[in-house]
């Protein structure tokens, strides 16, 4: 997904609504966070749509399933419908 920026090691995309995500991105440590935020941004928009709302985060480390590996897209759409519907 963010193959072309070289200064991003690790990502991890969480859909968190229809039309809302969150990006952790694990760095290099002289990367330009600003610069590298809004592309991220942009080239997400493109894929999900101009009106959707992205935040990008930059952390220490991204989480790991237990096998060890990394889950580079995590949809949390279905639990909130589940909670709202009282299940």
Do not use: M
Request: charged content about 30%; glycine content about 10%; aromatic content about 6%.
């Amino acid at each position: 997904l963010f193959n072309e920026e070289r200064s991003i090691w690790e990502y991890q995309v969480e859909q968190l609504a229809d039309t809302r995500f969150r990006v952790a991105l694990l760095g290099a440590p002289a990367c330009d966070r600003e610069a590298v935020a809004q592309r991220v941004v942009d080239n997400l928009s493109l894929i999900v749509g101009n009106g959707a709302c992205v935040e990008v985060e930059f952390v220490d480390a991204i989480d790991r399933t237990l096998g060890g590996k990394t889950a580079p897209v995590i949809s949390r759409r279905g639990r909130q419908r589940r909670a709202a519907a009282g299940g």
